[in-house]
């Protein structure tokens, strides 16, 4: 019982200690949620990255608890949505139509004035910083465009989420399917998007998505990756779910967002994801801190399965400005590097 590992390839001995410090750094979550955390905030304090919990019947929900209102806007997000505004992008260089499937799609938009925003204020580590900026990258502006859409009266108030991000883009002739499995998430993003005829919501396993909706007709488009890591084997099932998306459809783009809170499960992770076969790798990673303690989420990575034509050079520079202006005393740093080339 003691971490599943009947149902992991153990491959050497590295890796066996990394996925149990990964199965036991998830499991001390899911205990608990279920027992030793009374109060609501008492284990987000613990990890140092803001509340991820909210008290409710997790039995139907595989103990779904992460809520993404609690991060909405931090460094993490404003990374990671920078890198997905660039691949969109990238698309609409061509005519022909293209598809984006959201396995984990969160809300949709989030109200940096709720509680839940508020509790930690992470947003203050990411948007805060970079809005009303003027002298910034073209980059920069067109995803600041984007929050400003949301924020028609010029004041922070409102974050939209990836899948209103890529929203933004969508061409008439183009679609997106958004997953979620969180019913009360999964509810927020269909009120969102209700009456968009471009959108489709699917209150359903983003991993099952990659099986059952791919590869889309379209056969160009991009699929975004972006789980909570909340649950015990979620690397595992990311991994196994990934390849087989990529045996699917390996000419899509696939963006995988991963958490920078413990070097090693990253560095196990990315070692796991080099020899999954899977050719033509980008990594990239941001963090505003410095690696201190394996509670604290210091920074974050992407993954990118077949990144556009010189999405490399772009992200150097795009990630050498977004540090100095995230990067808190000079501390944390990027990375840009292939992990696996054609
Ligand atoms: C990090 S948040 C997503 C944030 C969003 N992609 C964004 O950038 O705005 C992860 C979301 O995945 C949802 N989730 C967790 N496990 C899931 C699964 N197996 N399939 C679909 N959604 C899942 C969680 O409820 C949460 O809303």
Known sequence: MIFGLGVWQIVDAKETIALAHDILTTSCLSQAFSATFNKTNALSEWLG?????????HKDNHMLSYRHGFHAGNHADVFKHL???LLVRSLLNKEKPFFYLDTHSGAGSYNLESAMARKNREYETGITRLWGLEDVPDDVKEYLNIV?????????????GSPRIV???????????LCELHPNEADNLAAEFAGDRQVKVEHQDGYAGLKALLPPPERRGLVHIDPAFELQDERHRLLEALK????????GIFAIWYPLQDRYVADDFLRRLKRSGIPKILMTEFSILNSMDT???????????????QL?????SLLSWLWQKLGVEGQGGYKVEWLVGE
Not at 167 to 177: A, V
Not at 295 to 301: D, K, Q, T
Request: proline share 9%; hydrophobic share 35%.
């Open 312 to 316: 490399d050079e772009q992200l150097q």
């Open 49 to 57: 990255v803001g509340g991820v919990l909210e008290r409710q019947s």
């Open 244 to 251: 087989e998306g990529y045996r699917r459809w390996p000419t």
């Open 83 to 85: 890198v997905l505004t």
């Open 295 to 309: 509670l604290r989420l210091f920074g974050s990575g992407m993954v990118i399965i077949n990144p556009p034509w």
């Open 148 to 160: 400003q859409t949301v924020n028609p009266d010029h004041e922070l108030r409102w974050y939209p």
């Open 167 to 177: 929203r933004h883009y969508l061409r008439p002739k183009d679609r997106m399917i």
